[in-house]
Nanobody, 121 residues
Framework: VQLQASGGGLVQAGGSLRLSCAAS????????VGWFRQAPGKEREFVAA????????YYEESVRGRFTISKDSAENTVYLQMNSLTGDDAAVYYC???????????????WGQGTQVTVSS
C-alpha cells in the first residue's frame, strides 16, 4: 500500500493543524496505521496509531489530550488532529501502516513521504 501524507505547514504556538494520510487502496481491518515524527537531529518517534478494524487508538504520552487520530474507512484515510501545538511538536510527520502494533518504526511496513510541521513562537 502507498501512503500519501499531507496537511503540514506553519502554525503559531497554541494553534492547530490536521494532517491526512491517504492510502492508495483499501486498508484491511488487520492493519494498524500510525503517525511518527522526526525533528532535526533526533530519532523518529511514535506519535499515535489506530487499529483499522476496531478503531482502538494509541497515543504517545506527550500528545495525549492534544492530538486525536481518526480514520475515514470510506476514503481509506487517517487523520491526525493536532491542537495546542508547541515548539516541541515541530518535526516532519510520517504516516505508516503495518499489521503489528508498535511504537518503533520497524513495526511498520509501509511509509508515506512525510509532511513538515513548523511551529512559530
Amino acid at each position: 500500500v502507498q501512503l500519501q501524507a499531507s496537511g503540514g505547514g506553519l502554525v503559531q504556538a497554541g494553534g492547530s493543524l490536521r494532517l491526512s494520510c491517504a492510502a492508495s487502496r483499501r486498508i484491511y481491518s488487520s492493519y494498524i496505521v500510525g503517525w511518527f515524527r522526526q525533528a532535526p537531529g533526533k530519532e523518529r518517534e511514535f506519535v499515535a496509531a489506530i487499529r483499522w478494524g476496531s478503531g482502538i487508538r494509541y497515543y504517545e504520552e506527550s500528545v495525549r489530550g492534544r492530538f486525536t487520530i481518526s480514520k475515514d474507512s470510506a476514503e481509506n484515510t487517517v487523520y491526525l488532529q493536532m491542537n495546542s501545538l508547541t515548539g516541541d511538536d515541530a518535526a516532519v510527520y510520517y504516516c505508516a501502516a503495518g499489521t503489528h502494533y508498535g511504537t518503533t518504526p520497524n513495526a511498520y511496513d509501509y511509509w508515506g513521504q512525510g509532511t513538515q510541521v513548523t511551529v512559530s513562537s
